[in-house]
Every structure is written in C-alpha cells, then in structure tokens.
C-alpha cells in the first residue's frame, strides 16, 4: 500500500522547491551579469605629420579598435581622418581641439583629436591649465591642454580621452611656481572621477611627458609605486601593467629612441577587471617620432 504524503507537507515542499529555483535563477554574479568586451585603442603622437596619422588610422581600422587618441596634430590635417573613414565605407565620430595656436606655421594650430571608429558619439571637453616654459632660445612655448573625449553609448557608457600633457619643466601660466605637468594630471584625476562615479568606463590615451614609475603619474595608477616606492592613488589600469597582470608600472619605450615610455593609455579599474587574458600594449614604428601604440584590454559592461 503506497503511503500519501499529507496535501499540506506537499504544498510546503512544492514551496520550499519554489523558493530554491527562483534563487537559483535570481543569483548571477556580477561578472557574468556584465558582458565582456574586448576594447582596443590606438594611441599616437604624430608629431604633425600627416603621414603617422594615416598609418594610425590604418592601423586602427585593421585591428576594429574602437577609438584612436591623437597628439600634435596639425588643423590641416584633421580632414585626413573622416577621409581616411569614407576611403573604407564608414563614418568616423572625431572631435579635434586646439592645444596650441599657429603651432604647425601655415598649417594652422596643434590639435588633440579623440576619434571614435563609429558615427554618434558626443564631444566632451574639460579644460586644463594652461601651460608655458622657456625654449632653449628663450622665446615662450604656451599651450592650452583640453582633455579632449569622445561618449558613446553600446552596451554601457563610454568616455574615450585624448591628452597632451604638459612637458616636466613647464609651470601654469600666470603662477611660474606651479607645476604644469603635475597640475594638469590632478585635474585629468579629479576631471575623470567624476566620469567614473557616474559608471561610465573612461580610458585615458595620451603622451604624458612621464615615464611610469615617475611620482606624477600616481594621480592616474591604480596599483605599482613609484620610483620613490610611493604608492598611487589613482584610479586606472595601465594597458602593460594588465598585459603583463603585474602591478609594476612599465611597459616597452614609445619615444624613437627606445629609451623612455611617455605614451600611456589606461583603463578605468571600475569597469576593468584585473585578471585577464589578451591584453596588449604594443609599440609600433611610425614616420612619427614617437611609437604608435595599440593598447587592449578586456572590460566589463
């Protein structure tokens, strides 16, 4: 004779089986409730020449890097980068901001372009202060940095920033006392936080005029110390400290001399986990007198 289980023990146990699949099926990790996405940029400073803008573009579009970040470039030869899209059926969202005035003669004013490899992003711009120093002739070389960014919107927020900072011996106009350099990276630090608490991935490319482990980039790593043995306080990953997945600020030189590493791109450790495979940074030889780097790195969201 089969014994019956009373109805009511069957509805408790059809509830408590319930209850169990629903948690089941409600819990998902953090990790895997957020899509990976491989995100790669091309970062050059192109010392005005139209050439090394092309081969970054060229370089961009083989790889389908998502964004590219140029330094020095010269107003008459921003067009190049739209035309450089159309050549290969696309439209490109590129936003270009003067940094220096007539600083490329007859061929207008340096610009710091962000370039988004996709059309509908929106322009971001945050003034820095502006910078001078003393050339070896004793005329003025003045600039006015703008952190330079493009946003969009795919499966999250995107803030893409390109930057020329200011060179070590440089001071901030009107205060001859004050830092350029190490001004300029605090407010890129305090600029992008904001980007960040607002959950967006930021990534930062750009010629720093520092070397890693030089005390004024602690404002932009996360993790590794400086030369002093200090630790950082900012709030990015750099591209060949996630290739490498050590927290030692280095990574191959980017100057043609091959002796100094002044180009950086860095990944905002909000939507950037640590552990990961397929980063990259990658210095290149360009007709620029500064390594192309294509820079990768998996984020989430």
Avoid at 51 to 64: F, P, R, V
């Amino acid at each position: 004779m089969t014994q019956r289980t009373p109805r009511r023990a069957r509805s408790a146990v059809t509830a408590l089986a319930g209850a169990l699949a629903l948690t089941a099926i409600s819990f998902v990790s953090p990790t895997s409730a957020q899509a990976a996405t491989k995100f790669i940029v091309v970062q050059h400073n192109v010392e005005k020449n139209g050439a090394a803008i092309t081969h970054a573009l060229a370089k961009a579009h083989s790889l389908g890097a998502q964004a590219v970040t140029l330094q020095e470039v010269c107003a008459s030869d921003v067009p190049l980068i739209q035309s450089y899209a159309a050549s290969v059926g696309q439209t490109w969202s590129v936003h270009a901001q003067q940094s220096r005035t007539a600083g490329c003669g007859a061929r207008g004013d340096v610009m710091t372009v962000a370039v988004r490899t996709a059309a509908g992003a929106d322009n971001v711009v945050r003034s820095l202060s502006q910078d001078e120093s003393v050339n070896d002739d004793g005329s003025l070389h003045t600039r006015q940095q703008e952190l330079v960014c493009v946003r969009w919107t795919d499966t999250s927020v995107r803030t893409v920033c390109s930057v020329h900072v200011a060179l070590g011996k440089a001071y901030v106009v009107g205060n001859p006392s004050l830092n350029a350099r190490k001004t300029q990276i605090k407010e890129i630090k305090d600029i992008t936080a904001t980007f960040i608490g607002n959950g967006q991935l930021v990534v930062v490319g750009g010629d720093f005029n520092a070397v890693p482990k030089d005390p004024v980039l602690n404002r932009m790593y996360a993790r590794g110390v400086d030369e002093d043995g200090n630790s950082p306080n900012g709030k990015f990953f750099e591209a060949a400290q996630l290739e490498g997945q050590t927290s030692n600020r280095g990574g191959n030189a980017t100057d043609q001399s091959g002796k100094r590493k002044i180009d950086h791109v860095f990944f905002s450790n909000n939507k950037t986990p640590w552990t990961q495979s397929g980063a990259a940074f990658n210095a290149l030889d360009s007709p620029s007198d500064h390594q192309l780097v294509v820079a990768k790195a998996t984020v989430q969201g």
